[in-house]
């Protein structure tokens, strides 16, 4: 049983490998993030939607209660930035997994293709990554690898990025995925970070694993129990 929900990293791996086959195959994409939020309770940050204009997606932004709003805001983004706001219910919030009802406001903005490469490169193959954009979508800026050495676009202005990377990395290096909005050097920026999550493989039960089990969870790490490992295939 995991102690930390692995469905996100699950999505973001999905959304990312989408993305990479989507620019190889010369296809517009854009994503959906969240700009602002209020409820949800322990939501994970990192919301990430994508899609193309032929409407193909992948990833998920609370758990698809938000489609109403998050999808069409998605076809638009493709060619035009924009921001949508949605409401869920208490109901269909605890129906899909969510701790309580709650609202957002939705960023949706095209991906260039050499961005949509960066990205989803990263997040298919779990490496740390992040997506900075100006709040109204008409920039964006991809760093991923080790350190977040790999930079693809830019927000517009050398002090705006230099501000900004510098933030990046200090949250990488924090080691927690983290979704931020502030002002830079005059410029309102979004700024989400992935650092994919350890996974702890707990073998048997009884009174060790439990505790193992717990230490993880303090860790944020995300925990597998078996009470078994299957054999291994002889060559």
Known sequence: MDTVNTEETRQRRQAGDALRRWAAQGR??????????????????????????????AGAVFEGTMDTVALPLLSSAIEVPGTAKGHVTEPDALAAGLACSGGA?????????????????SLADGEPCALASTVDGSAVLVAGGAGLTNVVGTLGAAEVDAIVLARLRELARIGATATEQGEVAGTSVLI???????????????????????QCELLGWA?????????????
Request: glycine fraction near 14%; proline fraction near 5%; aromatic fraction near 2%.
């Open 28 to 57: 517009s994409s854009a994503v959906v993030r969240v700009l602002e939020r209020h409820g949800f309770g322990t939501v994970a940050t990192g919301q990430l939607l994508a899609g193309t204009a032929d409407g193909e997606r």
């Open 105 to 121: 406001q939705l960023l949706g903005h095209p991906l260039p293709a050499a961005a949509a490469v960066a990205l989803g490169t």
């Open 192 to 214: 989400d970070v992935w650092v994919p999550v350890t996974t702890m493989l707990i073998v048997g039960g009884g009174a060790i694993g439990t505790a193992l089990a717990a």
């Open 223 to 235: 925990v597998r129990t078996e009470t078994e490992l299957e054999p291994a295939i002889a060559a």
